[in-house]
């Protein structure tokens, strides 16, 4: 299909409250709404006409919204991490998207679906031979534990690292207890202990379809820390600005890494995206010890504000923020023939 002049309809989630969790939650929530911000403004520099499409909580308010664009000449920038306060709903908008005919940017509802069930993605990494931490799920505080001590319990359908404190990391039975009773009660979802791998960190942002194009790794750098149980990425240390971790973690990128460790990051990396069936784009969360890349993570719409991780990989491959979300487009258009 050629068209001339498409339309982009960006949608986008617009969160008014939070429904459960911590009141400071709100803040990771909101941050989609900036990110549209900047992804519109980039799409109109670029000369996209284009029209921004929030989705609050009713979603046949935003069927109705989209319905008023035509599938035929409009194309759908998604960047929805989440619905009506609930990042586990994020397929729910893809949905809508394709029952109304549109293509859209990113992975399907069926591979969002599987990212945002840690338990479930990471068994199928596991069917797969990809390595990651060994794992249970916890749907009430008791019962036997099988994962290693340090161990690191979080929600099983979040991100941000929303619902992940200093206390998240726990070295015994009763802590543990402890904070699966804390997710259970706050966050209102089965409670993911993984164990914790002491090691550094890094986060893979890639793009394509068929063969991937992965571009300069980021390695958090925890070394303001010198407890390896403290160094890892809590709620406050992403989002709470004048906190100690928030200020003190640093990012470095390109992340130093021999050429063998390099390769074999990437490789694991672009391994869990096509384990997950993902499009288009996606970061992967890796903690590396002895070797071994562990998967933590897969991020099927990553953060794409102009400050978070995708934006500073592309920056380095040779894409200003401008020309990253112009490619993300163009992959999308050209998967769906487009153009
Ligand atoms: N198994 C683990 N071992 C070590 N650190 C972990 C592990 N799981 C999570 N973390 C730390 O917690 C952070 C958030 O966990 P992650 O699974 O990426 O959740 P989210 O989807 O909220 O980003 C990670 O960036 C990492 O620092
Ligand atoms: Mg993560």
Not at 45 to 50: A, C, F, I
Not at 64 to 79: A, G, H, M
Request: glycine share 6%; proline share 5%; with cysteine.
């Amino acid at each position: 299909m050629d068209i001339e002049e498409p339309l982009i309809a960006l949608v986008y989630n617009q969160e008014e409250e939070i429904v459960r969790g911590e009141s400071q939650d709100l803040i990771a929530l909101q941050y989609t709404t900036k990110t549209a911000a900047s992804v519109y403004q980039a799409l109109c520099r670029l000369g996209y006409s284009t029209v921004m499409v929030p989705v609050t909580n009713d979603l046949e308010l935003f069927a109705r919204e989209l319905s008023r664009y035509s599938p035929c000449n409009t194309f759908v920038f998604n960047i929805c991490d989440g619905f009506a306060g609930d990042n586990f709903s994020a397929s729910l908008i893809p949905q809508v998207i394709d029952r109304l005919g549109f293509k859209h940017t990113g992975s399907c509802a069926e591979a969002i679906r599987l990212c945002t069930d840690k338990a479930r993605a990471k068994q199928r990494l596991l069917q797969l031979g990809v390595p990651t931490p060994a794992y249970q799920v916890f749907t009430r505080p008791c019962g036997e534990i099988t994962v290693p001590f340090p161990a690191i319990v979080k929600p099983v359908h979040e991100d941000g690292s929303v619902g992940i404190e200093e206390t998240s990391v726990v070295t015994s039975p009763n802590d543990l207890f402890r904070r699966v009773e804390y997710v259970l009660s706050e966050y209102c979802q089965p409670a993911l202990v993984e164990e914790y791998i002491v090691g550094r960190e890094f986060a893979v942002s890639m793009w394509g379809n068929g063969t991937m194009e992965v571009m300069p790794i980021s390695e958090h750098d925890f070394s303001a820390v010198a407890d390896p149980l403290r160094s890892f990425l809590t709620y406050e240390s992403k989002w709470v600005e004048d906190s100690f971790t928030y200020t003190s973690f640093g990012v470095i990128c390109p992340a130093r890494l021999s050429l063998e460790e390099e390769q074999c990051i990437q490789h694991t990396a672009v391994r869990a995206f096509q384990a997950m069936g993902l499009r288009d784009l996606g970061r992967v969360d890796i903690r590396y010890r002895h070797g071994i890349p562990y998967v933590i993570d897969i991020n099927e719409i990553p953060d794409l504000s102009p400050e978070a991780g995708f934006a500073r990989s592309a920056e380095i491959a040779g894409y200003d923020y401008d020309h990253m979300v112009e490619r993300i487009l163009l992959l999308a258009m050209q998967r769906e023939g487009w153009g």
